[in-house]
C-alpha cells in the first residue's frame, strides 16, 4: 500500500521551490546589475586601467562580485598600494585605491632603481638620463628587482620621509645622504643643506621641512643650512 503524504506537505514544498526559484531569479536578475562601477583615489591610472586590472567591466551583477578576490587582485599590481573594494546598494559598485609611485632613485650594483614611498621597487635601468626622482646617496643595494622590497631601514625612513613631503615640496628636493644614519642630510635644488638628524620621526621633519621650503622664498640672504635636530629649527646663513 502506497503511503500518501499529506497535501500541506506538497503545499509547502511548492512554496518553497518557488521561493527558492524566485531568489535565484531575484539575484540574476537585470536589476541588480551594476549600473557604475565608481572609483576613488586614483591620481595616474584612470577608471578603464583600474577596471581592468580588477577584471571587471559594466554591467555586472553585483552579488557576483567577489570584493576579497577584486581587492587581492588589485594589490597583486604594482601601480597600487592599497584597495577596498565596496558594494553601495542597490546598484554601484566603490573602488577605493593608493597608487603607488615612485619617490627616490638608489644606486644598485648593475644600475639604478626607482623606489615607492613603502620601499617597492618601481623601475629598474643600467643608465640614468635624467633624475626624475630625488636621489638617496650613501647607501648602494644589491642584487634588487621590479616587485622586490627594499629592507634597507634607513633608506625606509628617507622614502616616508620624501612621501610625506607635497608634491611641489618634492620637487625642491634633488638628495638625501644616508653615509651616517645619525645625521641624514637632505639637499635642496637650491643647494642649502637640511639636516634631519636620524629620520626616527620623519613625519614631523617632513613638516618642518614644508614650512622652510615655504619660508624660504621670502628669506632674502642665502642660507647654508637649517637643523631641525633643536626643538626650533636653527638657521646657518652663508658668509
Known amino acids: 500500500m502506497k503511503r500518501k503524504f499529506p497535501r500541506r506537505y506538497i503545499v509547502k514544498g511548492l512554496l518553497l521551490f518557488l521561493l527558492l526559484a524566485g531568489i535565484i ?25 583600474i577596471c581592468q586590472i ?17 581587492q587581492k ?17 542597490p546598484n554601484m559598485l566603490v573602488i577605493e585605491v593608493k597608487e603607488r609611485k615612485p619617490i627616490a632613485t638608489l644606486l644598485c650594483n648593475y644600475g639604478y632603481v626607482d623606489i615607492a ?9 643600467h643608465n640614468m638620463q635624467t633624475m626624475k626622482f630625488p636621489m638617496l646617496t650613501g647607501v648602494t643595494i644589491a642584487d634588487v628587482y621590479i616587485g622586490d622590497r627594499i629592507s634597507d631601514e634607513n633608506v625606509l ?36 643643506r637640511i639636516k634631519l638628524g636620524d629620520l626616527s620621526l620623519y613625519e614631523e621633519k617632513a613638516k618642518k621641512t614644508m614650512v622652510f621650503l615655504e619660508d624660504l622664498k621670502t628669506i632674502k640672504k642665502p642660507i647654508e643650512y637649517v637643523d631641525f635636530e633643536y626643538t626650533t629649527p636653527v638657521l646657518k646663513f652663508k658668509p
Do not use: H
Open 117 to 125: 614611498g613603502d620601499g617597492v621597487v618601481m623601475n629598474a635601468y
Open 157 to 192: 625612513k628617507a622614502a616616508g620621509f620624501l612621501e610625506s613631503l607635497d608634491n611641489a615640496d618634492l620637487e625642491q628636493i634633488s638628495e638625501i645622504n644616508l653615509a651616517v644614519p645619525q645625521n641624514i642630510m637632505a639637499y635642496t635644488t637650491g643647494g642649502v
Open 25 to 49: 531569479s531575484f539575484l540574476n536578475s537585470p536589476i541588480l546589475a551594476v549600473s557604475s562601477i565608481v572609483v576613488q583615489g586614483q591620481t595616474g591610472l584612470t577608471k578603464d586601467q
Open 54 to 70: 580588477a577584471g571587471i567591466k559594466e554591467p555586472i551583477n553585483i552579488f557576483a562580485v567577489k570584493t576579497d578576490y577584486l
Open 73 to 89: 587582485r588589485l594589490e597583486s599590481d604594482l601601480r597600487i598600494e592599497k584597495a577596498a573594494v565596496r558594494r553601495s546598494f
